[in-house]
């Protein structure tokens, strides 16, 4: 939009109103016929040869880089928002989230602190999730990209509650902290205690079950060793909903354990979380509600769009504590400085968008139990794809389906075969799966994590695999 003028408003709103609107229609569009788009298509090299050039130093038509939006990035995003996409652990998104984007965007709030709707909305959202786990009210917490930088702020609390103020001033001072988790940890897990100046090794990881639960004599042994070796046991992160299959772990038992041995119990449910919105699947998640921090996600079960990750901490005073830095320039004081704590002292982030409005509309817009109904339906799904395979004479199911997630393999193929398999069904913009290592060997995985998914695409993806091996 060239303009002799330096402000970046048009000198005509009436014709920025009406490409708004016409964008508006656009992605209307775009979602409500998401079904009949390819599910990805690969950049072709001139389009990504498109995003390449210099810096832009005088504008262009509005237009003209909406109709490149169109033609150049709309058609090779992900792929999350189809219903046929079973890769890694994505959420769908959901139009209510979009237009909250819209409406964050107009107010531009930056919810690092200061007192305004947008800290008051964000903490209603953290006493949502709060509520959903079962934690008591007056829990705190704070919105972060995703559940590696929420795993991250729990790492870092729990480090506090073990070092304290010390801790903070004058770093480890040669001590060894160490932290347990099972092997199927998420690795953002062992990135976060790297991220905390712990090393990569401060991380145990503990053999899981038949169950791919943690096990816990192995736990007991592994603390018992580390403190016979001098090292200092502080933290135990138990899953729920682990990425590879979607595993539980017994997290009651975890509480137990973490109370008796005076460790911090983080719970990273990532995704399960949610689950605690099913009445039905709720039980599996027992002893959530007593963990002294909870890590999960929006954008994935929630459906809210990217990104929208959460941290709950269960003692307020160890999050501002482990955060808190007293600045000049930052003092809360009164009228639009009031309202402390501020999110930038319970968190790393100073500046901040206002994630919390896309999670209030679509919470509020549909109430907590479709999400419940949500993560019923995709468990639901999954037992049917498990069962889909158990039928067929050429699939096998690598591992147990204990949520949403289906492993399996193709009778007698090798990992080349698999890697093949699951590259050519991207390519063809049919299905998206992902791909996985379940006892040394590669498996197509299936997550089931979009409100989109019905029982005829998993259907069509079975059939899809059969016919291709058939061809071969
Ligand atoms: C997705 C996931 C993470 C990482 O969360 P991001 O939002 O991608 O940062 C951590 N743990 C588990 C179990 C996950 O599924």
């Known amino acids: 939009m060239p303009t002799s003028r330096t402000t970046l408003d048009p000198e005509n709103w009436s014709d920025l109103r009406a490409l708004g609107h016409q964008m508006m229609d656009d992605m209307i569009d775009h979602l409500s016929t998401i079904a009949t788009q390819p599910v990805w298509q690969k950049m072709p090299d001139d389009v990504r040869a498109h995003f390449t050039t210099p ?8 237009l003209e880089i909406y109709d490149d939006f169109s033609k150049n990035i709309k058609p090779y995003a992900t792929g999350n928002t189809h219903p046929r996409f079973f890769g890694w652990v994505h959420g769908g998104g959901n139009p209510i989230s979009m237009l909250a984007e819209l409406l964050a965007g107009a107010l531009n709030a930056n919810c690092g602190g200061r007192d305004h709707a947008g800290i008051a909305v964000e903490r209603q959202v953290i006493a949502w999730a709060a509520e959903m786990v079962g934690m008591p009210p007056e829990t705190s917490g704070v919105l972060l990209t995703g559940s590696s930088m929420a795993n991250f702020v729990a790492v870092l609390c729990a480090k506090y509650r073990a070092l304290g103020q010390n801790g903070r001033e004058n770093g480890l001072q040669g001590q060894h902290l160490t932290a347990y988790a099972s092997t199927f940890v998420h690795r953002c897990v062992g990135g976060a205690l790297d991220m905390a100046g712990l090393g990569l090794s401060a991380l145990r990881k503990i053999p899981v079950d038949s169950d791919y639960r943690i096990s816990l004599p192995a736990l007991k042994t592994a603390i018992a060793e580390d403190r016979e070796a001098g090292k200092i046991p502080f933290l135990i992160v138990g899953t729920a909903g682990t990425v590879d299959v979607g595993a539980i772990d017994d997290l009651t038992a975890l509480a137990t354990i973490a109370q008796s041995e005076n460790l911090w119990f983080h719970a990273d449910a990532a995704f399960g979380a949610l689950a605690c919105l099913s009445p039905t699947l709720k039980a599996r998640l027992a002893g959530i509600e007593r963990a002294d921090s909870v890590a999960f996600d929006f954008h994935k079960w929630a459906q809210i769009t990217y990104d929208a990750g959460c941290v709950l901490i269960r003692d307020p005073a160890i999050q501002l504590a482990t955060f808190s830095q007293p600045t000049n320039y930052l003092a809360p004081a009164a009228a639009l400085a009031g309202g402390a704590p501020w999110p930038c002292d319970l968190g790393p982030d100073l500046s901040r968008g206002f994630r919390a409005l896309k999670i209030w509309m679509t919470l509020s817009t549909y ?18 794809l498990a069962a889909r395979i158990t039928a067929s004479p050429k699939l096998e199911l690598a591992a147990p389906t204990p949520l949403n997630i289906v492993c399996f393999h193709v009778r007698n193929f090798s990992d080349e075969q698999t890697a093949a398999l699951v590259a050519n069904l991207q390519e063809s913009g049919q299905f998206a799966p992902s791909t996985t290592v379940i006892k040394n060997r590669l498996a197509i995985r299936a997550a089931i ?24």
């Open 55 to 62: 810096l832009p130093a005088s504008g262009a038509n509005l």
């Open 367 to 384: 109430g907590s139990a479709a999400f419940g109904a949500i993560v019923d339906k995709s468990c639901a799904l999954a037992i049917h």
């Open 449 to 472: 994590v979009n409100h989109r998914t019905e029982f005829s695409d998993i259907d069509a993806l079975i059939d899809e695999i059969e016919r291709r091996i058939q061809e071969r």
